[in-house]
Each structure stands twice: as structure tokens, then as C-alpha cells.
């Protein structure tokens, strides 16, 4: 079959013939951006504080809901045929829709690099355990060059190219393969019982590890319409993204959840890969290892994208910059407090898609109207009340959980706005 160009301005639709991704296509690569490394450790992160039975309850609650509201975002992609961020501008305005465009790249390139830290650290350790500590496979700045060569590759592609020759055809059946040996694994030398029977110790409030697990969807938010534009009906866009993310990332972050409380209770990454590298010779945590290059090439594709409605360059050329900006991050910066950042950054995009949501499902019931042309002050408005609230409640109620309230109150607050200036109009207020 042949593959249409990958070559698309971020702020013109993508024609209705290119539209090629079906719901099989969509299923694969949400399947296997909700696999990786970073989410087996976000397992990690709940199972001392809620247990086996809390933590499987926290992240089925918290995934189902992140998955229903990526996919409706999704749609709006496939509605517009417009990326993330040029989509913006039918909610924001066409000025309005920079600053979360500025700020998605920022953290996109930080999330990036991440990334390839990730990568690097699990396969240096890997390395040293397959080979003598001081080997070639064990060098940190090796593995930091090869998987930000593979990442900037594949962002370069594109997504067409990247789901339908790689993920479509054979990728997706390695990753099935990879997560079946590892639950094999786990099943047969773990007491099932006493696994589901292990509490937590209640440092984690049940309303923080349901934060966290939702929190995993939702992060895809400022990105999906990236690839979704280019999908033939909303319908296979929302079936295949909400069950493809859900199935994989469910099903990692438990056997993050489990492979801890059985085989590295402190919870600590190392412990953690060691316990996952003793299945199948470590060939399944490799598969898994290199499918993480598939997030970041995600970051660095949608940086690309982002950076594309607000530079006039090719995608293909700004994907490639980033790409070398994200590795050079990887290997020169320290990045333990450039995190806390990157999360203050990600806060303020839950409440942004409580807007657009609304705005585009009940305001504008799907039309695709022309964007207002400077800031729609609405929606500013009802996105500025969305994150005071996520930080109102994450200051003076931790225990709470800030993320969904945040996009309720957002969305909520763009719904009433929308039906108060629009009264008497007909029309939706710029």
C-alpha cells in the first residue's frame, strides 16, 4: 500500500483523501505509546502506598477516564483535520493559541530528553549486566547517542511511515509478545494471593494515585490531534485510541504495580529493571526498552508540530533540530530539577482541553468556523479559572487530587461563559 507524504503544514487540514489511519492504525500506536519504561515506573510509584488491590483499583479509574477524554480530543483532530495546537485556534483565537503552542514545546523537548534518559539508563544497566561493568554496552553517552538517533529518525519519518510500516505491521506484535512473557513470568513465581492481599503502607491518599494514573492519558492531550488529523472517522479515531491506550498502559503500570511489590519493594527504578530484566533473559525489558523510543519520538514529532504553526520551516527540519537539542539535553544537562518545571508546565493543559472540549463538542456541536482572529477572552478566562483551581488544590488540598477537578471547573466555567455572552447572538463570543 502506498503511504501518502508525511509532509503537512501543522495549520492546514490535511485533505480528507490523505486521511489514512483506520482504527487498527490508531489502536497500534496507542497501544504502544502507553507502554514504556516511565510507566512501569509510575507502578512503581503507587504500589507502596496503596498496595496490590488500591493501586489496580486507582489505575483502572484513572486510565478509563484519561483514555474517554484523550480520544474525545482526538476527534477534534479528525474533526479539523488541524494539528494539536493550530486546532487551538478555533478555541483560543489565532494569537491566543501561541502561548500554550510556546509552552508545548518546552515541554515537549524537556519530556524528550527525558526520554532518552530513560532509555540510556535502563540499557547502561542492562549492559553492565549482560557484559563486565566497564564494557562498551555498559557507556551511558553511548546508549544517549543511539537512542536520540533512533527517536530524531524516527520523528524525521513521521507518523505515517512510523505506524503503518513499523507499528501496523510488526511492532505491535513484539510489544504483545514482550507483555505476555512478563505476566508469564510474574504468574509463575509469585503467590497470586498473597500478591493481591499485599496492603498498602497509606503514605498515597487513594484521590493522589488516581491523580497520577490519569494523569498518564492526559499528558498526551496537547498532542493527539498530531496524528489523529489524520484519521478517515471519528469513530475508529475514538474506538481504537480509547482501547489501544488503555489496554496497554493498564496493563504495564500493574505489572509496575506488581513486579515491585514482589520483587523490589522499595520501589526504586534499578530494583525495579533488574527484577524485569531476570524474565526471558531480559529480551522482553528490551523490547519494552526500545518501544520507549516511540514516546520520544512523539515529543520530538509534536515539538516539530508545535513549533511548525509558530516558525515557517518544514516539519521534517524542525524535527530534526529538536532532535539534536533533546540529545544534547540528555547528555550535558541536569535535568532532577528542570522536572519539577516540566510538571508545573504540564498542570496547565488539563484545564486548557476542559475548554476546547466544551468549546467544540456543546459550543460550536463540531463546527469548524473560522478562528477569531487575536484572543477569544472567554476561553482565556475560563482556561485561567481551570488552573487557579488545579493549583488552589494542590497547595491547600494535596489529598485531594487536582487534575480532573481542573478540567471540570475549566470546562464548566467555558460552558457558562459561552451561554451567557452568546444569548440573544447565536453566536459563539470571541
Not at 507518523?159 to 504483545?176: A, D, E, N, Q, S
Not at 509534536?302 to 533533546?326: F, P, T, W, Y
Request: hydrophobic share 55%.
Amino acid at each position: 500500500m502506498t503511504i501518502a507524504s508525511n509532509t503537512y503544514s501543522p495549520d492546514i487540514p490535511v485533505p480528507l483523501g490523505k486521511r489514512v489511519f483506520g482504527g487498527r492504525d490508531l489502536f497500534s500506536l496507542w497501544f504502544s505509546l502507553g507502554i514504556g519504561l516511565m510507566v512501569l515506573q509510575t507502578g512503581a510509584l503507587l504500589a507502596p502506598g496503596l498496595g496490590m488491590s488500591g493501586s489496580m483499583l486507582a489505575i483502572f479509574l484513572g486510565t478509563l477516564v484519561g483514555v474517554l477524554l484523550l480520544a474525545a480530543v482526538g476527534v477534534i483532530g479528525s474533526d479539523t483535520g488541524l494539528s494539536a495546537m493550530a486546532a487551538l485556534k478555533l478555541s483560543l483565537g489565532t494569537h491566543g493559541a501561541s502561548l500554550p503552542a510556546i509552552l508545548n514545546l518546552a515541554q515537549l523537548i524537556g519530556w524528550g530528553a527525558f526520554e532518552i534518559i530513560v532509555m540510556r539508563d535502563a540499557a547502561s544497566l542492562l549492559g553492565a549486566r549482560a557484559f563486565a561493568d566497564g564494557s562498551l554496552w555498559a557507556n551511558p553517552l553511548l546508549w544517549t547517542l543511539v537512542f536520540g538517533a533512533l527517536a530524531t529518525f524516527l520523528a524525521v519519518s513521521g507518523p505515517l511511515t512510523f505506524v503503518r510500516k513499523v507499528l501496523r505491521k510488526w511492532g505491535i506484535w513484539l510489544l504483545l509478545a514482550s507483555c505476555v512473557w512478563l505476566t508469564w513470568n510474574l504468574l509463575t513465581k509469585t503467590d497470586l494471593t498473597a500478591l493481591w492481599a499485599h496492603a498498602g503502607d497509606g503514605t498515597m491518599p487513594f484521590a493522589v494515585g488516581f491523580d497520577i494514573a490519569i494523569a498518564m492519558p492526559l499528558s498526551w492531550l496537547p498532542l493527539i490531534a498530531d496524528y489523529s488529523r489524520f484519521g478517515k472517522r471519528a469513530k475508529s479515531v475514538f474506538a481504537g485510541t480509547a482501547l489501544g491506550f488503555f489496554i496497554g498502559n493498564f496493563w504495564l503500570m500493574s505489572l509496575g504495580v506488581a513486579y515491585t511489590l514482589a520483587f523490589a519493594p522499595s520501589g526504586e527504578m534499578s530494583p525495579l529493571l533488574l527484577a524485569l530484566a531476570g524474565a526471558g533473559m531480559g529480551i522482553p525489558l528490551l523490547l519494552i526498552l526500545i518501544d520507549e523510543s516511540e514516546n520520544a519520538f512523539a515529543d520530538i514529532h509534536s515539538a516539530a508540530v508545535s513549533s511548525g504553526i509558530l516558525l515557517r520551516i518544514k516539519v521534517e527540519h524542525l524535527a530534526l533540530g529538536i532532535g539534536v537539542i533533546c540529545t544534547l539535553i540528555a547528555c550535558l544537562a541536569p535535568l532532577a530539577q528542570y522536572q519539577n518545571f516540566l510538571l508545573l508546565i504540564g498542570s496547565v493543559f488539563a484545564p486548557l482541553f476542559g475548554v476546547v472540549l466544551v468549546d467544540h463538542f456543546i459550543l460550536r456541536r463540531r463546527s469548524l468556523q473560522a478562528a477569531t482572529v487575536g484572543f477569544r477572552g472567554m476561553s482565556l478566562l475560563a482556561w485561567l479559572g481551570g488552573v487557579s483551581t488545579y493549583h488552589l488544590l494542590a497547595n491547600l488540598y494535596p489529598d485531594v487530587g487536582a487534575t480532573l477537578p481542573a478540567l471540570v471547573v475549566s470546562g464548566v466555567l467555558q460552558l457558562l461563559l459561552g451561554r451567557v455572552f452568546s444569548r440573544g447572538s447565536g453566536t459563539v463570543p470571541a
